[in-house]
C-alpha cells in the first residue's frame, strides 16, 4: 500500500503564493504518475497538475502559467507551486499517484489539504 502525506496548504489572500507538498511512503513500486486535484464546496473533484516520471507535466486550463509542478522520482515527491492565487482557487487540494503495471492501474490519494484565498 501507499501513502500520500500532503502539507503547504493555508490562509492567502488574492494574489499570492503558496506551494503544496506531498511524500509518497510504504510499498513503492513504481510510481507512474504523480500530481494533484482539488474539490471546492459544491462541485465535483478536478484536475490541477500531474507529472509523469518522464516529466511530462499536465494542467487545467484555469492553472496554466499560474502553477508549476515538480516531482523528484528519487524521493517520490512532488510540489505544486501556487501563485497569483484568485479565490476561486479555494478548494481542497489531494495528492494523487498512479502505478501502472501490466493489466492493472492503482490510482492512490492523500487526505487533502485546505487552502482558502480570501480578501
Known amino acids: 500500500q501507499v501513502q500520500l502525506v500532503e502539507s503547504g496548504g493555508g490562509l492567502v489572500q488574492p494574489g499570492g503564493s503558496l506551494r503544496l507538498s506531498c511524500a509518497a511512503s510504504?510499498?513503492?513500486?513504481?510510481?507512474?504518475?504523480m500530481g494533484w486535484y482539488r474539490q471546492a464546496p459544491g462541485k465535483e473533484r478536478e484536475l490541477v497538475a500531474t507529472?509523469?516520471?518522464?516529466?511530462?507535466?499536465n494542467y487545467a486550463d484555469s492553472v496554466k502559467g499560474r502553477f508549476p509542478i515538480y516531482k523528484d522520482n528519487t524521493s517520490n515527491k512532488v510540489w505544486l507551486q501556487m501563485n497569483s492565487l484568485k479565490p476561486e482557487d479555494t478548494a481542497v487540494y489531494y495528492c494523487?499517484?498512479?502505478?501502472?503495471?501490466?493489466?492493472?492501474?492503482?490510482?492512490?490519494w492523500g487526505q487533502g489539504t485546505q487552502v482558502t484565498v480570501f480578501s
Open positions: 494523487y499517484a498512479q502505478s501502472q503495471v501490466p493489466g492493472t492501474v492503482y490510482d492512490y
Open positions: 510504504g510499498s513503492i513500486f513504481r510510481l507512474d504518475v
Open positions: 507529472i509523469t516520471s518522464g516529466g511530462v507535466a
